[in-house]
């Protein structure tokens, strides 16, 4: 029932663009990021590590994780996909992005990357179990993790105008020397 009302507000915003911007700001937070366990594992490779197979979101302690979470009718993902892409490749040796489906059927999300392919991890999550946890309220909704796994940045929609913004913070949390 969470993810049916979730997702009936995101289409609302998204198809009318009401209070969209009173969501769409950036939020500063500190709370430990909710456990991923994901169901594909992936590999993870810079040009300090070896390759590893990633399960769980703890495991990319070190890195700065920004957690998307996207739904194939959302057209602010559309747009994302694109800038997600870039900072994937920007940033490849501190960054991972995991971009969390949120569809109930798989195929329109397949149609969807089919468009827009993503250079980073797609996790499929049609329960919404995951989007729960970290109690989404919009499409997409944006999570960024620091390197010792505590949320600090979230931010709801995706706007071309933010885009420095949103890599500004990114930086800044890869510049983070992790007190100890």
Same mark, same amino acid.
């Given at each position: 029932?969470?993810?049916?009302?979730?997702?009936?507000?995101?289409?609302?915003?998204?198809?009318?663009?009401? #209070?969209?911007?009173?969501?769409?700001?950036?939020?500063?937070?500190?709370?430990?990021?909710? #456990?991923?366990?994901?169901?594909?594992?992936?590999?993870?490779?810079?040009?300090?590590?070896?390759?590893?197979?990633?399960?769980?979101?703890?495991?990319?302690?070190?890195?700065?994780?920004?957690?998307?979470?996207?739904? #194939?009718?959302?057209?602010?993902?559309?747009?994302?996909?694109?800038?997600?892409?870039?900072?994937? @490749?920007?940033?490849?040796?501190?960054?991972?992005?995991?971009?969390?489906?949120?569809?109930?059927?798989?195929?329109?999300?397949?149609?969807?990357?089919?468009?827009?392919?993503? =250079?980073?991890?797609?996790?499929? =999550?049609? #329960?919404?179990?995951?989007?729960?946890?970290?109690?989404?309220?919009?499409?997409?909704?944006?999570?960024?993790?620091?390197?010792?796994?505590?949320?600090?940045?979230?931010?709801?929609?995706?706007?071309?105008?933010?885009?420095?913004?949103? %890599?500004?913070?990114?930086? @800044?949390?890869?510049? %983070?020397?992790?007190?100890?």
């Amino acid at each position: 029932m969470y993810l049916l009302r979730s997702l009936f507000l995101s289409f609302l915003v998204c198809l009318f663009g009401f #209070s969209f911007q009173q969501m769409a700001h950036a939020k500063t937070v500190d709370y430990p990021a909710p #456990s991923i366990n994901f169901k594909s594992a992936f590999s993870f490779t810079n040009q300090t590590t070896q390759a590893t197979d990633i399960t769980q979101l703890s495991q990319l302690r070190g890195k700065v994780v920004y957690v998307d979470f996207w739904a #194939s009718w959302c057209v602010p993902c559309r747009r994302s996909f694109p800038w997600m892409n870039q900072m994937q @490749a920007k940033y490849a040796d501190d960054l991972v992005i995991l971009a969390i489906n949120l569809d109930q059927d798989p195929k329109l999300a397949e149609a969807f990357l089919a468009k827009l392919p993503a =250079n980073f991890h797609i996790e499929y =999550n049609p #329960s919404g179990d995951i989007a729960k946890a970290y109690d989404v309220i919009g499409m997409p909704s944006s999570y960024v993790i620091d390197k010792t796994g505590q949320v600090r940045l979230t931010h709801v929609g995706f706007f071309k105008a933010k885009q420095t913004q949103y %890599e500004q913070s990114i930086v @800044a949390l890869i510049n %983070e020397v992790p007190s100890l």
